[in-house]
């Protein structure tokens, strides 16, 4: 094992089961994710868990898709998450699986279990077992078929199995206990009639098994020594261990984690589901999405998840993660990695009147402070330039260090300016500012020691490439968008502000060539990423990945 590993409660019973030499000394994991939708961030932390502790442990770890339900499953998920495995850095090598493959074996096991006298087939529709069920305070009853003989039960699984009989009209259920205090152990359904056409077997199979009677038997035929499952399933692993022991297989030990919960998000398929099939988002890889598609889109890195799902580590009970903490994750590697560059996203022009008229020079710009070896980069310079609306006042607040009437400012790498007036339209709204600048401050520093105190970004007016850029916050306006009042949508705490389009940013000429998939910091705003799906040569769109500080107190404030 890599001992530079933080440990955790998986890991020690890991250690103990090879100490002992259980399976040999061997570790073999699995993620086995259901085709029904896009990975999201809570599958990030499954897949670097399992797929991580195999390899520190030099063990294996197989993808499994359970693909037991063919109404809901798609080809299309089955590609994306084999993209996201891949996009987080980790391999399955030769270990593809699928639950269809199994369904053959899956099939013969039941019959064992038949033969037994621990299985049999109910013609009790879903309202009647529901009924007999029972509650947490009472006992469930038998259904009147529970006592068919294994002939009996035999010949009409058989014929479930050839499509003679119609949806919904019988069940295979497992024989265990109606008065059982685990609900999940009164004769569960193992099989159902679905006249459906699955996306691998076609109509070869008319009935499907469920995912508790498939989960085990398929981390059994794999010999997998290491089922690692999310908390919800901890109440399943009575009927885990049950299939498994009662057909005698090789038996894997269930353990189980608590799963991620994003704050200011759902992680709810049908929640994300319902999003894109209502048109909220746009689509599975929206970047507000906290699919990994959509973190992926947004410009994400696979490391800066990997190091967020290491970072939270792995626990046994349940809490919601601040996304926060999500966000220094990305931030603290593009701060070393990404090359800045200037840009303006709601511009103002400055008149600078002393500046020669058709003069434009070029400054020296640094790529990337943390890392020199990234050079520098010339920036034009003319008498027009652009600057941040926020970035003048012409009635400034106490401490405001920026653009003032009066106030000396150093634009970043180029000069000293003051303000010395101001052009307003007919509704009183300033269009211009008119400055004079300091020769003697080229590159940014006054021969004679005068110090300002604001420093603002800029670019050239005659230079420049005007860019669409896409301004992302967080989804939902609540920390927990599930927490609603009983009737209420969780629609309704969607914020309207997610996305904000801006379509003629001034940005630095160099970026009119941006690549898709570039990162790039625009000084003072944020970390932004070159969309891979709307950008076309000559017309990058800019997603902000981040901002460049957590200004999340002072959001949750004025929420």
């Not at 919904?168 to 009639?193: E, Q, T």
């Not at 790498?413 to 052009?423: E, F």
Request: proline fraction near 6%; glycine fraction near 6%.
């Amino acid at each position: 094992m890599d001992q530079t590993k933080p440990t955790n409660f998986i890991r020690e019973i890991i250690d103990k089961d090879i100490a002992a030499n259980k399976n040999d000394g061997r570790v073999h994991t699995r993620f086995p994710p259901e085709p029904n939708g896009y990975l999201h961030i809570g599958h990030a932390k499954s897949i670097c868990l399992n797929f991580g502790l195999a390899r520190d442990y030099k063990g294996l770890a197989n993808l499994r898709f359970d693909d037991t339900n063919p109404e809901t499953e798609e080809t299309e998920y089955v590609n994306s998450i084999m993209e996201d495995v891949k996009w987080l850095g980790f391999s399955w090598d030769d270990r593809l699986f699928y639950a269809s493959d199994y369904f053959q074996k899956l099939y013969d096991y039941a019959v064992v279990l038949i033969k037994k006298g621990k299985a049999y087939v109910c013609d009790q529709s879903l309202d009647e077992m529901r009924k007999y069920r029972g509650t947490v305070t009472e006992p469930g009853k038998e259904s009147p078929y529970r006592n068919r003989s294994a002939d009996e039960n035999l010949d009409l699984f058989t014929r479930m199995k050839s499509g003679e009989f119609p949806d919904g009209s019988k069940v295979l259920r497992g024989k265990i206990d109606m008065a059982h205090p685990n609900m999940l152990l009164r004769d569960p359904v193992f099989y159902r009639v679905r006249k459906t056409s699955h996306h691998r077997t076609g109509n070869t199979w008319a009935i499907y098994p469920t995912y508790d009677y498939t989960h085990g038997l398929c981390d059994s035929i794999e010999g997998i020594t290491h089922s690692i499952c999310t908390l919800e399933f901890e109440v399943h692993r009575p009927l885990y261990d049950w299939i498994l022991e009662e057909l005698g297989v090789h038996h894997p030990q269930q353990i189980e984690f608590a799963r991620l919960n994003l704050s200011h998000t759902v992680l709810s398929k049908r929640k994300l589901l319902e999003l894109v099939t209502k048109k909220l988002v746009n689509g599975w890889d929206d970047p507000r999405m906290p699919t990994i598609s959509g973190f992926r889109r947004r410009g994400y890195t696979p490391s800066s998840v990997r190091t967020f799902c290491e970072r939270i580590g792995v626990a046994k009970m349940d809490s919601i993660i601040d996304l926060p903490v999500l966000e220094n994750c990305i931030r603290e590697e593009l701060n070393k990695t990404a090359a800045r560059v200037m840009a303006v996203l709601k511009p103002l022009k400055v008149v600078i009147d002393n500046y020669p008229e058709n003069q434009t020079e070029e400054f020296d710009a640094i790529n990337n402070p943390e890392d020199p070896s990234m050079g520098t980069r010339k920036v034009p310079f003319s008498k027009e330039i652009f600057i941040e609306e926020d970035d003048f006042r012409e009635e400034p607040p106490k401490k405001f260090f920026r653009l003032t009437p009066g106030q000396e400012v150093r634009l970043r790498y180029a000069y000293y300016i003051t303000c010395t007036g101001v052009k307003k339209d007919d509704a009183g709204k300033i269009v211009e500012v008119h400055c004079t600048y300091d020769p003697a401050t080229r590159g940014g520093d006054s021969p004679d020691g005068r110090k300002v105190k604001g420093t603002i970004h800029w670019v050239s007016a005659r230079d420049t490439y005007r860019a669409e850029v896409r301004l992302y916050d967080s989804l939902f306006t609540q920390r927990d968008p599930n927490d609603v009042p009983e009737g209420a949508d969780f629609t309704t705490t969607l914020n309207q502000r997610s996305c904000e389009v801006l379509t003629a940013c001034p940005v630095e000429p160099s970026l009119k060539d941006a690549r898709p998939g570039a990162r790039f910091q625009f000084e003072r705003l944020g970390y932004f990423y070159v969309d891979p799906v709307d950008s076309v040569p000559g017309r990058p769109v800019f997603n902000r990945t981040v901002t460049l500080r957590d200004s999340w107190a002072k959001i949750e404030g004025k929420r």
